[in-house]
């Protein structure tokens, strides 16, 4: 397997201070507890506050394996992800590790302010693994190295736990078009911040690798993200193996020990690739992608130290289509979104939900002379009540929204909720269900 160091320039640059932390990890066998020797990178900030807040605690007991269950036993954590209604019980897939946990509230949306990701239109692949046991791979996915399906401490979802080097990719996602998003969460173990790879996103031609579990590097668009010190790449390679585009940058929302926990998005416009950790665009890449190409998804891990480690994954969502929130409202009359996200059993809008919402002002406030109803709908689980109200109240809570944070007048703005009365995909996958969890813009 080829791996690419970092330029040697910036690893001279680096300046590191050794801190000890220490990691509990238990399973129903053993509990071991090991001090980790990590370093932090001093220097890569450039002396900018990005005034994120730190997650100060939790990394010394998060890593815990609830035990497997029985044979044919359904798993009780739902952790489908939680938009414009839903059951009230559920876990929001998109709520990043370590954030409402450790503050108490999520953050404001202000603080997105410079998030302008906004997802597609349809969701096509949810992965929470809901459907695998504590203990097992998932079942959807394949790889050369070795993983398993863990959870951690206060938290409902699941997680794959990448706890060796080498290559992994979900069987279920298929051929990704020219217009596509993808969102996913990342926890990373302390200790994991060498100099190597790190973790990386490849997307690779589907049609021409006779084997998506090799380094073969044609026609590949890597992202890479080390957290170690912060180092960010993004390198595009050509049939020939040649490079065509390689850019690389210094990024501290994701750090070994310090910011163990972020909320990865990918979106890709044709030949643009945008990437953003948690509410920071890292990058914005104009010609990334070939567009003769047939991309599919290779996740990579590759650390100089591996025992005893782990890179978390979960929440995975992909979604398909390039949203034309201006086309579809002004001159179609209806957009419907599965981007707004909201707080479990809460109407309080996720900040996630930033470009959205954005989006969506800007359109109103060029265009002051329409009003719309906004509408919020569920899936089917839960209790039809509760689901109806809650719908309603979601969308009132856009509607307060738009005017506090974008300025629409909320004279133009009328708001209703439907429950789970007008599904548009089945209720009897996660897929459809995310796609039923919507809020809709109708044009009065």
Request: proline residues 5%.
């Given at each position: 397997?080829?791996?690419?160091?970092?330029?040697?320039l910036a690893?001279?640059?680096?300046?590191?201070?050794?801190?000890?932390?220490?990691?509990?990890?238990?399973?129903?066998?053993?509990?071991?507890?090991?001090?980790?020797?990590?370093?932090?990178n001093?220097?890569?900030?450039?002396g900018?506050?990005?005034?994120?807040?730190k997650?100060?605690?939790?990394?010394g007991?998060?890593?815990?394996?609830?035990?497997?269950?029985?044979?044919?036993?359904q798993?009780t954590d739902?952790t489908?992800q939680?938009t414009a209604?839903?059951?009230?019980?559920q876990q929001?897939?998109?709520?990043?590790?370590?954030?409402?946990?450790?503050t108490?509230?999520?953050?404001?949306?202000?603080?997105?302010?410079?998030?302008d990701?906004?997802?597609?239109?349809?969701?096509?692949?949810?992965?929470?693994?809901?459907?695998?046991a504590?203990?097992?791979?998932p079942?959807?996915?394949?790889t050369?190295?070795?993983?398993e399906?863990?959870t951690?401490?206060?938290?409902s979802?699941?997680w794959?736990?990448?706890?060796q080097?080498g290559?992994?990719?979900p069987?279920?996602?298929?051929?990704?078009?020219?217009?596509?998003?993808?969102?996913?969460?990342?926890?990373?173990?302390?200790g994991?911040?060498?100099?190597?790879?790190?973790t990386?996103?490849?997307?690779?031609?589907?049609?021409?690798?006779?084997?998506?579990?090799?380094?073969?590097?044609?026609?590949?668009?890597?992202?890479?993200?080390?957290?170690?010190?912060?180092y960010?790449?993004?390198?595009?390679?050509?049939a020939?193996?040649t490079?065509?585009?390689?850019?690389?940058n210094?990024?501290k929302e994701?750090?070994?020990?310090e910011?163990?926990?972020?909320?990865?998005?990918?979106?890709?416009?044709?030949?643009r690739?945008?990437v953003?950790?948690?509410?920071?665009?890292?990058?914005?890449?104009?010609?990334?992608?070939?567009?003769?190409?047939?991309?599919?998804?290779?996740l990579?891990?590759?650390f100089?130290?591996?025992?005893?480690?782990?890179?978390?994954?979960?929440?995975?969502r992909?979604?398909?289509?390039?949203?034309?929130?201006?086309?579809?409202?002004?001159t179609?009359?209806?957009?419907?979104t599965?981007?707004?996200?909201?707080?479990?059993?809460?109407?309080?809008?996720?900040?996630?939900?930033?470009?959205?919402?954005?989006e969506?002002?800007?359109?109103?406030?060029?265009?002051a002379?329409?009003?719309?109803?906004i509408?919020?709908?569920?899936?089917?689980?839960?209790?039809d009540?509760?689901n109806?109200?809650?719908?309603?109240r979601?969308?009132t809570?856009?509607?307060?929204?738009?005017?506090?944070e974008?300025?629409?007048?909320?004279?133009?703005?009328?708001?209703d909720g439907?429950?789970?009365?007008q599904?548009?995909?089945?209720?009897?996958?996660?897929?459809?269900?995310?796609?039923?969890r919507?809020?809709?813009?109708l044009?009065?």
């Amino acid at each position: 397997m080829n791996y690419i160091a970092l330029p040697t320039l910036a690893c001279l640059l680096v300046a590191t201070a050794v801190t000890k932390a220490q990691v509990r990890v238990s399973d129903p066998k053993q509990t071991v507890e090991r001090n980790v020797e990590y370093r932090v990178n001093s220097r890569v900030d450039q002396g900018i506050n990005r005034g994120l807040d730190k997650v100060e605690q939790g990394i010394g007991n998060i890593f815990k394996k609830k035990e497997k269950k029985a044979s044919g036993q359904q798993p009780t954590d739902d952790t489908s992800q939680q938009t414009a209604g839903g059951p009230a019980n559920q876990q929001p897939a998109g709520t990043p590790m370590g954030e409402a946990a450790d503050t108490g509230t999520p953050r404001s949306l202000k603080a997105y302010s410079r998030f302008d990701f906004v997802p597609g239109e349809k969701v096509v692949a949810l992965e929470d693994f809901g459907q695998d046991a504590v203990g097992d791979y998932p079942a959807k996915w394949n790889t050369n190295a070795s993983g398993e399906v863990v959870t951690l401490d206060g938290r409902s979802e699941k997680w794959l736990a990448v706890t060796q080097n080498g290559l992994l990719y979900p069987e279920f996602l298929a051929a990704l078009p020219e217009n596509f998003t993808l969102e996913m969460d990342m926890v990373i173990t302390p200790g994991l911040d060498n100099n190597f790879l790190g973790t990386a996103l490849n997307f690779v031609d589907g049609k021409a690798a006779k084997n998506l579990l090799t380094a073969d590097r044609k026609n590949t668009v890597q992202l890479n993200i080390h957290p170690g010190g912060g180092y960010t790449s993004v390198t595009a390679w050509d049939a020939d193996e040649t490079i065509r585009v390689t850019n690389e940058n210094y990024e501290k929302e994701w750090l070994s020990g310090e910011k163990p926990a972020a909320r990865l998005s990918v979106w890709r416009q044709k030949t643009r690739l945008r990437v953003y950790l948690n509410e920071v665009k890292i990058w914005d890449i104009p010609r990334a992608f070939d567009p003769t190409v047939t991309y599919r998804l290779v996740l990579e891990r590759n650390f100089f130290t591996t025992e005893n480690q782990a890179w978390y994954i979960g929440n995975l969502r992909v979604a398909v289509g390039a949203p034309d929130t201006r086309s579809k409202l002004i001159t179609e009359g209806k957009f419907s979104t599965t981007g707004i996200l909201f707080d479990v059993n809460s109407d309080k809008i996720r900040p996630e939900s930033y470009g959205v919402l954005k989006e969506i002002g800007q359109v109103l406030k060029e265009n002051a002379g329409i009003r719309v109803k906004i509408v919020g709908h569920t899936d089917s689980d839960g209790n039809d009540a509760s689901n109806l109200a809650l719908s309603k109240r979601r969308a009132t809570s856009v509607k307060t929204a738009l005017a506090t944070e974008f300025g629409v007048d909320v004279n133009r703005l009328d708001t209703d909720g439907k429950g789970e009365s007008q599904p548009v995909g089945p209720n009897t996958t996660p897929e459809g269900k995310a796609n039923n969890r919507r809020v809709e813009f109708l044009k009065l």
